[in-house]
């Protein structure tokens, strides 16, 4: 089983800046560089979507992807030695508040993108709330 526990959403003005974490957790011989790792969100009424994803390092070269309203304003970035995930969001709007969710999903072939599996999670955190308000 792996564990997702993400932190540092809170309450930001429009053009600020927050770093979400994702600290990830299993059993014995756990790597979280085999893993794809995505960031998702849910606004307020809306339907859950995909936001950004950084693929495996063990079985893929790390490639990340984002969806075109945060490209340019978000990073995505991965430090496996630490089972942590980060998302770096600049700029932030008003459009991006929402709940925000980690999630992972286990490659079954090599050389894949993380981008082909916003449809297949794992295993999902519990979120953590951004807020983007003046």
């Known amino acids: 089983q792996v564990q997702l526990v993400e932190s540092g959403g809170g309450l930001v003005q429009p053009g600020g800046s927050l770093r979400l974490s994702c600290a990830a957790s299993g059993g014995s011989g756990f790597s979280l560089d085999y893993y794809h790792i995505f960031w998702f969100r849910q606004a307020p009424g809306k339907e859950r979507e995909g936001v950004s994803c950084i693929s495996s390092i063990g079985s893929s070269d790390g490639t990340t992807h984002y969806i075109d309203s945060v490209k340019g304003r978000f990073t995505i970035s991965r430090d496996d030695a630490k089972n942590t995930v980060y998302l770096q969001m600049n700029s932030l709007k008003p459009e991006d508040t929402g709940d925000y969710y980690c999630?992972?999903?286990?490659?079954?072939?090599?050389?894949?993108?993380?981008?082909?599996?916003?449809?297949?999670?794992?295993?999902w955190g519990k979120g953590t709330l951004v807020t983007v308000s003046s």
């Open positions: 999630a992972v999903n286990a490659p079954t072939y090599f050389n894949q993108v993380c981008s082909a599996y916003y449809h297949d999670m794992d295993y």
